[in-house]
């Protein structure tokens, strides 16, 4: 069974601080979504990580995934009030090149950027 | 708007009736996804459809529950007798093929009173 672990589960910030999120596993991933959720609302993609080591950047979110494919972070600079919501990361795995199909889902973060 | 859309966006219902919700994916996506998600927790797979055949189911998924897409466009999660335990919001995604990137619709809110 494969697992990931988000940390922290809350985060509560003033407008204007950094912030990152953490998601890990033992198992590889041969690739790593990072979605937004409001509540009542299903979650938006934000980004899909593919390659060990990747970086992208979303205006003011960086997201990276490990050099082993078994972790990723997302990072928010200057958080403003806008960036509330739920962040979940989810993996996806693979055997023989051909994909499981189903996402694994952390638990979630819970931000909250105060103004 | 051409994303995953899913219908009903919230249902009541008294515990022991059946419930059926459908989801409409994005028009060129073969593979199709049902997860649920209950309060303060990530999404769990329930089952997906590669066209309209049914590739994996989840342990989550009993024998009251039964998923279809028969002509390989939307499909419909049934859930039959629901029990309370079954109040959760009910997602469906859709990707492309060959594709791992999944899209979600809003999702269908259950209430079992």
């Not at chain 1, 990723?72 to 009030?81: D, F, V």
């Not at chain 2, 919700?21 to 927790?41: K, M, V």
Request: aromatic residues 10%.
């Amino acid at each position: 069974t494969q697992l990931l672990e988000q940390s922290p589960q809350f985060l509560s910030i003033q407008e204007g601080e950094n912030l990152t999120v953490y998601c890990n596993s033992s198992s590889v991933f041969s690739s790593l979504q990072w979605y937004r959720q409001e509540p009542g609302e299903g979650p938006v993609l934000l980004v899909t990580v593919v390659t060990g080591g990747e970086v992208k950047k979303l205006k003011r979110l960086t997201f990276q995934f490990g050099d082993a494919r078994k972790d990723s972070s997302l990072h928010i600079t200057a958080a403003q009030p806008g960036d509330t919501g739920l962040y979940l990361c989810a993996g996806a795995a693979r055997a023989g090149g051909t994909s499981y199909g189903k996402l694994t889902f952390g638990q979630g973060t819970i931000l909250t950027v105060h103004p | 708007d051409t994303g995953v859309s899913q219908n009903p966006r919230h249902k009541i219902t008294k515990r022991g009736q059946n419930v059926t919700f459908r989801c409409d994916p994005i028009s060129e996506h073969n593979r199709l996804y049902w997860y649920r998600q209950t309060l303060g927790q990530g999404p769990e797979f329930l089952t997906y459809f590669q066209n309209e055949a049914q590739l994996e189911k989840s342990r989550l998924l009993s024998d009251r529950f039964s998923a279809e897409r028969p002509k390989g466009s939307f499909s419909t999660l049934e859930i039959q007798r629901t029990e309370q335990g079954d109040s959760a919001m009910y997602l469906c995604a859709s990707s492309l093929p060959r594709q791992e990137t999944q899209y979600f619709g809003p999702g269908t809110r259950l209430l079992v009173l």
